[in-house]
């Protein structure tokens, strides 16, 4: 049975091709848009996905072009934009990537309003529109904004490191302000770190970044002194539902789990003793953070539930870059 046509945008990445799959499971029929650029001969793994011959239609579209998503989007009940620049060695500047993101997603909401069909946008943000501020609070919800400023002073000079975090709050807020203005029901969903399976033939980067310790990358283990994980699975799901959800309104933190560098380490060893899991020695000079806890209160009160802990995301990701030769 077919639910209806929802669109996805940037259908190639990571966690868009796996919502893909998701909601092809789930009954959908699924538009999804890729860049001009792209190969098509490279896709094999979104045209082979089960139901995809039949409920998946792939069309090209760039945030550099707003205006190109109009036909991925006509006659679709919802979008779930997932679409972000992130090329972190691009040479184009923070105000250049900015208003890449921000127009682009301006042409898509605009295509929802024409669509005359578009019920709902759900829009991928990320727990970096949350997270930088100088507030110290021990715990923070969807109604924290991070500081641009704090960002740009804390990366410093790193301006590709910085350029990230800036469009992702510049973009998201931009989005509420173009759908209030126009009365387009739109909702957010904050991820924290991805982590588990993928099926994408590249390995992903928030995925690779948990994986330090499996690697032993001790250059890298401090950016894990205190993480907020959620699993792939877990975050389509909550795309799903909250599109689906009738009172759904404003963002949702989406976040599992929660641990220390530490108590990583310590799970990780007693879990995968093959690898070079680093010991409690080896991590006292690693401080932690100093932000506070992600809440995901709002989307649990809605009536969601995490399926899968530390242990099911770690277990997924290693069994996947197995598969396809990273470890």
Request: glycine content about 8%; proline content about 4%.
């Amino acid at each position: 049975m077919e639910k209806g046509k929802v669109c996805v945008t940037g259908g190639t990445g990571f966690f868009a091709s796996w919502l893909i799959k998701r909601l092809l499971q789930d009954g959908y029929a699924v538009n999804t848009t890729i860049r001009p650029s792209s190969d098509h001969r490279n896709i094999t793994y979104l045209t082979d996905l089960p139901g995809a011959s039949e409920r998946l239609q792939i069309f090209n579209a760039d945030l550099d072009k707003p205006d190109s998503f109009g036909a991925a989007i006509e006659g679709c009940i919802g979008v779930f934009h997932v679409a972000h620049p992130t090329d972190f060695e691009s040479q184009e500047s923070e105000e250049t990537k900015i208003k890449k993101a921000v127009n682009g997603t301006f042409g898509i909401l605009q295509a929802c309003l024409n669509s005359k069909t578009v019920k709902r946008v759900v829009y991928t943000s990320s727990s970096a529109s949350v997270t930088f501020n100088e507030k110290g609070l021990d715990i923070m919800d969807e109604n924290i904004w991070s500081d641009v400023d704090y960002v740009r002073r804390i990366f410093g000079d790193q301006g590709p490191a910085s350029s990230y975090p800036i469009s992702k709050i510049i973009t998201e807020k931009a989005a509420f302000e173009f759908a209030g203005k126009r009365g387009l029901d739109l909702v957010s969903i904050i991820p924290t770190w991805i982590h588990g399976p993928f099926f994408c033939p590249f390995f992903p980067g928030s995925v690779r970044r948990s994986m330090v310790m499996i690697f032993g990358q001790q250059d890298r283990y401090k950016y894990l002194s205190k993480t907020h994980f959620v699993h792939t699975d877990d975050l389509a799901s909550a795309h799903i539902f909250l599109f689906e959800y009738p009172e759904a309104q404003g963002r949702y933190i989406c976040s599992g789990t929660e641990i220390t560098i530490d108590k990583l380490a310590e799970c990780l060893s007693a879990r995968y003793p093959e690898y070079p899991i680093p010991t409690a020695d080896t991590l006292k000079g690693i401080t932690g953070s100093k932000s506070g806890s992600l809440s995901s209160k709002k989307l649990l009160e809605a009536g969601f539930e995490f399926k899968y802990g530390i242990e099911e995301m770690f277990d997924a990701a290693i069994q996947c870059c197995k598969e396809k030769g990273f470890l």
